[in-house]
């Protein structure tokens, strides 16, 4: 079942594809620029967070001036370390993998006609979890991209599993959901399995830590890998734009739009379980970004993808960001995990979701 804001008959997918009014396309240019400019403080304010008093906005910016090549005294070794190598790029991946899952839970409530998936909620982050683990368990992780590899197969082979389960009685939103709690239960099941085959405790530490979704051992790889593959992807997903407008109506609805709809179906979720296995393979498996954040994005600019998706990228990144810096500060100088704090945010709002649609 689509999501009811898809379905209103005053939203025409031709007509949003149409040129839009120039007071509607200003609307929507100040909206764009609204979060541009939100993500870019997010990105330095959440820098500074936590640094320490030794540490302020000066060194900061002697830090990005050195990297700009301007002519500013270079900071001690330890704190030019602790801010370039440690600090941001903790902050880049968090909007990296915000603005993935935010991406991907759109393009997927539009392909499955349901305004409750998202890639936790349906198992393919379980099952990129398993392929991550088993590749690092394995000893074949020799880099980020092995890692990201095991993870796309377990993604992919999870996302395969749910469809074959949902072929013969649809896919109703009551349905799809159970189906996918049942899939990343028996992928959960899996990593546990694996995880305490490999007999190590300190490995199994390791990995139940990072299961939960933690941004600590963010590095400069995982950024440069995390930002490719997201460059790529969701250019491919917004290129598909209409494509998921016409989704929204149902295939037969896209189908008579022209849309080739089982290659173009393929193409996204294909896509959407690449981009969540680069997601999980970096800092494990984060629940409910994806579902709460294109709700949000919908409510204030509309169902059209076109304006959606780059909204809901910027929404995701923000989001993620910010959870991560409150997760980091508020229990100094413990690490939680932001994984655990995104479920806090999520599972509330996923109620409220489901009361909405009169399914609670």
Same mark, same amino acid.
């Given at each position: 079942?689509?999501? @009811? ?16 009014? @120039? %007071?509607? =396309?200003? !609307? ?19 820098? !500074? *967070? ?11 910016? !002697? ?22 190598? &440690? ?8 909007? &990296? ?19 409750? =998936? ?34 796309? =197969? ?26 996918? $709690? ?5 992928? *959960? ?11 190590? *405790?300190?490995?199994? !530490?390791?990995? %139940? ?21 997201? =460059?790529?992807?969701?250019? $491919? ?53 994806? &579902? ?10 509309? @169902? ?29 100088? &413990? ?26």
């Amino acid at each position: 079942m689509a999501d @009811p804001a898809l379905l209103d008959p005053a939203v025409d997918p031709v007509v949003e594809d149409r040129p839009a009014p @120039p %007071a509607k =396309a200003r !609307r929507h240019g100040l909206l764009f620029a609204a979060w541009l400019v939100l993500l870019i403080v997010s990105l330095v304010v959440a820098t !500074r *967070a936590g640094l320490g008093s030794g540490i302020g906005w000066a060194e900061l910016g !002697r830090a990005a001036g050195v990297r700009l090549g301007l002519p500013v005294q270079p900071l001690p070794r330890l704190a030019d370390s602790l801010i370039w190598d &440690l600090r941001v790029p903790r902050v880049l991946l968090a909007a &990296l993998v915000g603005a993935v899952l935010a991406v991907c839970g759109a393009a997927l409530q539009s392909v499955t006609r349901n305004a409750l =998936a998202d890639p936790y909620l349906l198992g393919v982050s379980s099952g990129a979890s398993t392929g991550a683990v088993v590749v690092v368990v394995l000893g074949f992780a020799g880099s980020q991209l092995g890692v990201t590899g095991g993870a796309f =197969a377990g993604a992919l082979i999870s996302f395969g599993l749910l469809m074959l389960l949902l072929r013969r009685r649809g896919v109703d939103s009551m349905r799809i959901v159970l189906t996918g $709690v049942v899939v990343a239960e028996l992928f *959960a099941a899996l990593t546990s399995l694996v995880i305490m085959s490999s007999g190590d *405790a300190d490995s199994t !530490r390791a990995l %139940a830590h990072w299961l939960l979704g933690s941004l600590a051992p963010a590095r400069w790889q995982s950024v440069v890998v995390c930002a490719v593959a997201a =460059a790529i992807g969701l250019l $491919v997903i917004w290129s598909c734009s209409a494509a998921l407008d016409g989704f929204a109506f149902g295939s037969d609805t896209a189908a008579s739009l022209g849309i080739d709809v089982r290659t173009t179906r393929t193409v996204l979720l294909v896509t959407t379980s690449l981009l969540t296995a680069v997601a999980v393979a970096a800092v494990g498996a984060i629940g409910f970004v994806g &579902l709460i954040v294109p709700h949000g994005v919908r409510f204030l600019a509309g @169902p059209s993808h076109r304006l959606l998706l780059p909204l809901s990228a910027m929404a995701g990144a923000v989001f993620l960001v910010w959870t991560d810096a409150v997760a980091r500060v508020l229990f100094t100088p &413990l690490e939680v995990p932001v994984g655990v704090f995104t479920a806090l945010v999520g599972v509330p709002l996923f109620l409220l979701v489901l009361r909405k649609r009169g399914e609670l």
